[in-house]
T-cell receptor, first 113, second 114 residues
């Protein structure tokens, strides 16, 4: 089955630790995205990548970093600089940047205490 | 500024009743419009999309939406609600403003009463 996988489903960390969220897709999509979801705020774009070895900041990139070394993988690191990291994180992909519907993974719920 | 507004953070209907979820957008360029559904603790799933073809768009699970340019709206409807429709629904707009950008609405949670 083709799709997007995110792991783990739930993640707990202590404040001050960096944590990396995994996102893998086997849809052969060029574009990939990371969103943060908080109650009542919809989805906010953290980073996106239109092609391998290239990525751009979204609306709330501060405190986050990404890499895109392989087409199928787009990991997100939540650094200790992110002031309020507890949230639901969603990864998505699309065929290309000009094809607009996005396919979403199941999400990772990160709790930092 | 480009934006998406979903009227009503919560909507409650009885099983079998009409579902109407409202979405208005603000855009200076022709938009691409989408509705997504999210079940608890899951990712989003595409319900339907408008990409400048027919203004009435049919999606999965019996949902449809009509693009009304004069009203800058893209409301989602379903004639008869089912218990399984209870979820959160997001309207999204993709704009080409020198690069493609997708903006999501804040979401509307649909409750279906037996």
């Amino acid at each position: 089955d083709g799709g997007i996988t995110q792991s783990p489903k739930y993640l707990f960390r202590k404040e001050g630790q960096n944590v990396t969220l995994s996102c893998e897709q086997n849809l052969n999509h060029d574009a990939m995205y990371w969103y943060r979801q908080d109650p009542g705020q919809g989805l906010r774009l953290i980073y996106y990548s239109q092609i391998v070895n290239d990525f751009q900041k979204g609306d709330i990139a501060e405190g986050y970093s990404v890499s895109r070394e392989k087409k199928e993988s787009f990991p997100l690191t939540v650094t200790s600089a992110q002031k309020n990291p507890t949230a639901f994180y969603l990864c998505a992909s699309s065929i290309g940047p000009s094809v607009h519907e996005q396919y979403f993974g199941p999400g990772t719920r990160l709790t930092v205490t | 500024a480009q934006s998406v507004t979903q009227l009503g953070s919560h909507v409650s209907v009885s099983e079998g009743a009409l579902v109407l979820l409202r979405c208005n957008y603000s855009s200076s360029v022709p938009p691409y419009l989408f509705w997504y559904v999210q079940y608890p603790n899951q990712g989003l799933q595409l319900l339907l999309k408008y990409t400048s073809a027919a203004t009435l768009v049919k999606g999965i699970n019996g949902f449809e939406a009509e693009f009304k340019k004069s009203e800058t709206s893209f409301h989602l409807t379903k004639p008869s609600a089912h218990m399984s429709d209870a979820a959160e629904y997001f309207c999204a707009v993709t704009l080409n403003t020198g690069g493609f950008k997708t903006i999501f609405g804040a979401g509307t949670r649909l409750f279906v009463k037996a």
